[in-house]
């Protein structure tokens, strides 16, 4: 027997699932499949991969009574929230639209000598290593367009969501996708470190960890492989003092927590003008005050426990290190809050950025507050980061929104909304949030490479 992986389940603490790794020489032989379908898959007409690959998410709809109840065990996400399938969809559906004009030639020129122009070509094999916050959306921010555009598909997930990639794989297949055209693997991260450095893919998506993505970029050293990263984040939201107040308070504190703030673009710190500073706090106080803490398969819970009790100790040793420093904490514990998973969400305020919660990624529902008096301010503290992935500004104007944010070093900006992933939009971060892109148009070009072609029609 090789080594096994167990999704322990946040819920109670039981083995919810369990599934045995791939041996290196099966690891090798699922890339090496991959390779091998891959020029039949890319010679496919553009529309039958699309057609095929929308087929699939429909396939993954249909599981949703069955994946909602599923996420809750492996993550503790409350079933009331209704899974992730609007964004699945979402996102697949605008890559598909885009596709054509994405993917299409670069025309630069044609005479009656020369024709020239740019293809976009499949990278190959894509590696695609997806986190367990949000399982389903993630994976398919590359899964979908990787297909589309011509590649073949090994997909890797995260122990804590261990079923994710089982269930995609068998809906895409059920759609007629071949299997060897999208591969959910189970690996140890000595074999995934051993597939990339010995160029088993052509590229590589991974979100999670700053250490995770570090791994990765030194796997693939010396071979020219491609990495997109996402990583952490420690995004900021800025209420000016023409905000609208409550709109404000609902988002950013909905962002703060939502999900037990196991977002990756999830609010971590929020700096508000002098003039509205009391108003929103008292009135995020009492938004938090009102969550129900408790088992997430119960439809009356708002909010969970945290996917691993190891990750609500990372948050509870923030928290108290901020007040032991003399950060104030403003919600009571709750009655639910068993030491554990289960985590009372807080809002800090009197925090500084000498204190961990206000520097390093909770990923936890907590998140700190602090009083600023200009602009010039604001953007000092939310650049003062190791990360940069989103920023949530509150204001009426739309030019000051836009001066303000282009002196943010972060790869999104929102103006009155947060926590937020428009496929239009390219997801990308700077800093140790990682580097890379992904949807758009953008994210077709990350996922090929382009070839030159210089045709001369008269040689005399």
């Known amino acids: 027997m090789g080594q096994t992986l167990k999704c322990i389940s946040p819920v109670d603490g039981s083995v919810f699932a369990e599934r045995e790794v791939l041996s290196r020489e099966d690891a090798f032989a699922a890339a090496e499949r991959a390779r091998?379908?891959?020029?039949?898959?890319?010679?496919?007409?553009?529309?039958?991969?699309?057609?095929?690959?929308?087929?699939?998410?429909?396939?993954?709809?249909?599981?949703?009574?069955?994946?909602?109840?599923?996420?809750?065990?492996?993550?503790?996400?409350?079933?009331?929230?209704?899974?992730?399938?609007?964004?699945?969809?979402?996102?697949?559906?605008?890559?598909?639209?885009?596709?054509?004009?994405?993917?299409?030639?670069?025309?630069?020129?044609?005479?009656?000598?020369?024709?020239?122009?740019?293809?976009?070509?499949?990278?190959?094999?894509?590696?695609?290593?997806?986190?367990?916050?949000?399982?389903?959306?993630?994976?398919?921010?590359?899964?979908?367009?990787?297909?589309?555009?011509?590649?073949?598909?090994?997909?890797?997930?995260?122990?804590?969501?261990?079923?994710?990639?089982?269930?995609?794989?068998?809906?895409?297949?059920?759609?007629?996708?071949?299997?060897?055209?999208?591969?959910?693997?189970?690996?140890?991260?000595?074999?995934?470190?051993?597939?990339?450095?010995?160029?088993?893919?052509?590229?590589?998506?991974?979100?999670?960890?700053?250490?995770?993505?570090?791994?990765?970029?030194?796997?693939?050293?010396?071979?020219?492989?491609?990495?997109?990263?996402?990583?952490?984040?420690k995004d900021p939201g800025y209420v000016m003092e023409d905000a609208d107040l409550d709109a404000a308070v609902d988002t950013l504190i909905d962002g703060a927590m939502f999900n037990s703030g196991q977002c990756c673009c999830g609010i971590e710190r929020i700096y508000v003008h002098e003039s509205l500073y009391d108003a929103f706090l008292e009135k995020a106080i009492a938004i938090v005050k009102g969550y129900k803490l408790g088992n997430p398969l119960d439809s009356e819970t708002t909010i969970g426990p945290m996917a691993h009790v190891r990750f609500a100790e990372e948050v509870r040793g923030q928290i108290a290190e901020a007040v032991a420093a003399g950060a104030v904490a403003h919600i009571e514990t709750f009655a639910e809050d068993d030491g554990g998973a289960y985590l009372t969400p807080q809002i800090l305020t009197n925090v500084t950025h000498d204190m961990r919660v206000m520097r390093e990624e909770s990923f936890g529902p907590v998140v700190g507050i602090m009083k600023v008096s200009s602009d010039a301010e604001a953007i000092e503290l939310m650049n003062d980061s190791d990360f940069g992935l989103t920023a949530s500004l509150w204001t009426k104007d739309v030019e000051r929104a836009q001066a303000v944010g282009d002196r943010i070093e972060t790869g999104t900006v929102f103006m009155n909304r947060a926590d937020y992933l428009d496929p239009g939009l390219c997801w990308t971060g700077c800093k140790d949030t990682g580097r890379g892109g992904g949807l758009s148009v953008i994210g077709y070009h990350n996922l090929t490479r382009p070839k030159s072609y210089h045709l001369k029609k008269v040689t005399g």
């Open 36 to 233: 091998a379908a891959q020029p039949a898959w890319a010679a496919r007409p553009l529309q039958e991969r699309i057609d095929l690959v929308m087929a699939g998410v429909a396939a993954v709809g249909a599981m949703n009574d069955a994946i909602v109840p599923e996420l809750a065990h492996m993550m503790g996400r409350p079933v009331r929230y209704g899974g992730e399938f609007g964004g699945f969809n979402e996102r697949a559906s605008h890559m598909a639209k885009i596709a054509e004009e994405s993917l299409a030639d670069i025309e630069v020129g044609e005479d009656a000598t020369f024709k020239r122009y740019i293809k976009r070509i499949p990278h190959g094999v894509v590696f695609v290593v997806a986190p367990w916050n949000y399982p389903y959306m993630t994976a398919i921010n590359t899964v979908a367009p990787a297909l589309i555009a011509g590649n073949t598909v090994v997909l890797k997930h995260a122990t804590q969501t261990l079923l994710a990639g089982e269930r995609m794989a068998k809906a895409f297949h059920s759609a007629g996708i071949p299997e060897d055209v999208f591969q959910n693997v189970f690996l140890d991260h000595g074999t995934t470190s051993e597939l990339i450095a010995n160029r088993a893919f052509n590229f590589v998506n991974f979100t999670g960890s700053v250490g995770g993505g570090q791994a990765m970029e030194r796997a693939a050293a010396g071979t020219f492989t491609g990495v997109g990263t996402e990583l952490g984040g």
